[in-house]
C-alpha cells in the first residue's frame, strides 16, 4: 500500500555513498588516508550542470536533510521545511546535495568508523577536523558528481560558516552563498559553553579517553548533559518562558531531588536522553572543536573584509532577533565586512521567538525572503 | 608583627555560632529538630537597637561577609566592597549580621552536619530549604541578638530574594529592603540551567546518592561541571569577550583534547576545580533549588503587587545592564509591582559590562547609589 507523501515533499528518498582514496590533508597537520561520505541528492542535475545547490549542516545535522527513508518514517529530514518542491530550495528548479560531514555519525567516516590501520574503531584517534577541511572533502564531492560549481552552498549556524569558507577557499565554485543565523568566529561565550559540553563528556568514567565503543559502552551522562547545555542555548529564554514558563509537571511540589517539579527539566531530561542514544560522543566534540577553530580572518590579522575580498559569490546573509547564540550583531559583522569588501550582499534579520532554533522552523517571513533570493538564483 | 588593615576594612573578625533547639517547620512539611547558624557581626547594635543590617547571601556565599579571619588571610570576605567604615554599609553607623544559611556548606547546619538521628552526615538526608524557610531562621536569629525590627535587610541575587521575602514574611521587622540583581522568580531558562547542574552533580558516580561523605569522596565532576555552566551565566558575554576574546593559551594550536586552546577555556577549568574543592555537592543542589522555588507571587495566583502589599519597608532596586541571568527587566517587575501596590521604591539600572557578577564589584556608580541609600536611613 503506497503511502502519499505531501506535494511539496521530495517523497522517498536514499542515502548514496562516496569513497575517496586520495589523501586529504587536514588543517591540524595529519592526513586521512582514505575516507567516505554519505550523500542525499533531490531533484535533477540539468544539462549544464549550473542548477546544484550544496547544503552544509551544523553541529548536530547529517545528510537526510529532507523526503522520508520509508513510507513509515515518522520524521522527514532535519531541513524538510526548506527543501522541496516549491519550498525556498525549490527542487523543481535545484539540484540538491546534503552531506554527512567528516568525522560524523551518519554514515560518513569518522570516530566509529574503522581505522583501517588499526582494525578497530577511530575513537579518539580520529583527527581533528575543521571547516576549512570539510569545504575540501565537499570539494571533492562536487568533483565526484561533476559539479564545478554551485548555483548555492547554503547553510545555518556551523553550516552558514561553512558557506562562508566556500567562498573564501574556492571563490570560483560558489555562485550564491547564503549564510544563516551564523558567526564569523564564535565568542569566548560560545567557546566557554562548548568547553563545558566537552568536560562533561570527557569526565564521564564511561568515556574511556574516547575508546568506549571497543567496551561496548557509552557516555551516556556526559553526553545528556552537553545536549541540555546546547538545548538551552538554541532557545530563546522568551521561547522556553512561553513554552514551559513555570509550569509544574505534576499537580504540586515533591521537594526532593527524584522527581521532575517542573515541565522545562522534564523536556531537557528528554532532550538530553534521546540525543545521547543516538549520537556519538566523539563526534560531538570535533563538532565543538571545528565551530571553536574556525576564524578565517585570522589568516588576516582578523581583517575579514580582507578575508572575504576573494570571494566571487553574491551573499545572503539571515540573523534571527531572539538568537543569543549567534546573535543578529554576529551576522551584522559579515554583512559588514562583505560590504566593506565590495560584495554583492542582501540582510534579513527576522522576527522571531524561539532563538537559534529558528533557522530550522518554517516561519514565514523567513521561508518568504529564503525564497525570493532562491527564486532570483539563474540557472 | 601586626598587619596593618585598610582604614576602610572592619578588620579582623570571628565567627559566632547560634544553637537552635525550637524545631524549625519547613516549607518541604518536615521538622528540622535542632540546627547551628554560623554568623559573623561588624560595627556596634546601638543603644536603640534600630541600626542592624542583615546581610543575605547567594548561591554559594556565606557568613565572612567582609573583614579578614587572620592577618595572613589573601583575601578578605565576599562583600567586603559594600561592607567597612565609609563603604556603602557603614560600619561606623551599622551594626552588620551576615549568616550561612541553613542547608549551607560553610559552618550552619547543612547537608554535610552530622544527623543526630543517625550519628551520619545528613548528606542527602537534608531537608529541602526554601528561601521562606531561610528567613524564618534569620527571625530566629534576629531574635537571639535581640533585634526586633532590622535597619535594612540586604542582598544579591538568591540574597536579593530573600530581602524581599523578609518584607512579606515580617513586614513589621524590616524598615528597608536592598534587593540587588534579584528576580521574583525564576524563569524556564534559569531553571533550565539550574537543571543542567544538578544533573552534572546527580549523575556522577562519586555522589553516592548523595552519600559520598561517608565513603570520603566527593564528586568532583559533577561539582566543576556545576560551576563552569554556573559561571558563564554569572559573567556576561561582553565581558567574557573583553576578558579573553579568542586569546590563545599556548602560542599556536594544539587540534587536540588534551591541551587547552583558548584562555577561556582554562579560566573556567580553574574556577570549576577551584570550588569543586571547597564547597559541598549537597548544599549546591539544595541552593539551586532554593533559587527555583521562590515564588513568592504564587500564593496570590501571579499577583506580585498583592504579595507585596503588606510590606512596610521601604525599597531599592539596583540591576545591571549586562546582567542576562537576572536582567533589569526582572528588576523592573518587582519595582512595578511596588509601584502598584504604592510602596516607597528607587530603583537605578546601572552601566555595568561585568553581567551578573557586577553586584560584587566596585564599580563606581553603583557604591554611590548604594552609599547614598544607606546614608539616608534613619537609625
Redo the contacts between chains.
Keep these: 500500500m503506497p503511502t502519499a507523501f505531501a506535494a511539496d515533499s521530495v517523497g522517498l528518498v536514499s542515502p548514496q555513498t562516496a569513497s575517496f582514496d586520495e589523501p586529504l590533508a587536514l588543517?591540524?597537520?595529519r592526513l586521512l588516508g582514505s575516507y567516505e561520505l554519505i550523500y542525499e541528492t533531490y531533484g535533477q542535475l540539468n544539462a549544464s550542470r549550473s542548477n546544484a545547490v550544496l547544503i552544509c549542516h551544523a553541529l548536530s545535522g547529517h545528510h537526510h536533510a529532507a523526503g522520508y527513508h520509508s513510507p513509515q518514517d515518522r520524521k522527514p529530514g532535519w531541513w524538510d521545511s526548506c527543501i522541496g518542491p516549491g519550498k525556498p530550495i525549490d527542487t523543481n528548479r535545484f539540484f540538491v546535495v546534503a552531506l554527512n560531514n567528516l568525522g560524523g555519525c551518519n554514515g560518513s567516516t569518522g570516530p566509529s568508523s574503522l581505522n583501517p590501520a588499526t582494525g578497530k574503531p577511530y575513537g579518539?584517534d580520529f583527527?581533528?577536523v575543521t571547516v576549512e577541511d570539510w569545504v575540501h572533502s565537499q570539494a571533492r564531492l562536487a568533483d565526484r558528481l561533476g559539479i564545478s560549481q554551485w548555483a548555492a552552498v547554503v547553510g545555518g549556524s556551523l553550516g552558514g560558516m561553512q558557506a562562508l569558507q566556500w567562498t573564501i577557499s574556492y571563490p570560483e565554485r560558489v555562485r550564491h552563498c547564503l549564510a544563516i543565523a551564523t558567526a564569523p568566529?564564535?565568542?569566548?561565550?560560545n567557546?566557554?559553553?562548548n568547553?563545558?559540553a566537552?568536560?562533561?563528556i570527557?569526565?564521564d568514567?564511561e568515556f574511556h579517553g574516547?575508546h568506549f565503543q571497543e567496551r561496548g559502552v557509552i557516555p551516556r551522562?556526559g553526553l545528556?548533559?552537553a545536549r541540555?547545555?546546547g538545548h538551552?542555548t538554541y532557545?530563546s529564554?522568551d521561547a522556553?518562558?512561553s513554552?514551559?514558563?513555570?509550569d509544574l509537571k505534576n499537580d504540586k511540589?515533591n521537594?526532593?531531588?527524584t522527581n521532575v517539579?517542573?515541565q522545562?527539566?522534564s523536556y531537557?531530561?528528554y532532550q538530553?536522553e534521546e540525543f545521547s542514544a543516538r549520537f556519538d560522543a566523539n563526534t560531538y566534540?570535533l563538532m565543538t572543536?571545528a565551530l571553536?577553530?574556525f576564524?578565517p580572518a585570522q589568516a588576516h590579522d582578523g581583517d575579514l573584509a580582507a578575508t572575504l575580498a576573494p570571494a566571487q559569490a553574491d551573499f545572503l546573509l539571515l540573523s534571527f532577533t531572539t538568537d543569543?547564540r549567534f546573535s543578529p550583531a554576529r551576522s551584522r559583522e559579515i554583512v559588514d565586512a562583505l560590504v566593506a569588501a565590495g560584495k554583492n550582499v542582501s540582510y534579513l534579520e527576522i522576527e522571531a521567538a524561539h532563538g537559534h532554533d529558528a533557522f530550522l522552523l518554517p516561519i514565514p517571513r523567513y521561508l518568504q525572503a529564503f525564497t525570493r533570493y532562491m527564486n532570483r538564483i539563474v540557472v
Design positions: 588543517a591540524c597537520g579518539a583527527p581533528m568566529r564564535l565568542s569566548a561565550q567557546i566557554a559553553f568547553e563545558v566537552r568536560q562533561a570527557l569526565s568514567p574516547g551522562r545528556m548533559l541540555m547545555v538551552i532557545l529564554d522556553m518562558g513554552k514551559f514558563g513555570r511540589l521537594y526532593d531531588f517539579e517542573f522545562v527539566e531537557l531530561r538530553g566534540l572543536k571553536d577553530y576564524d543569543w
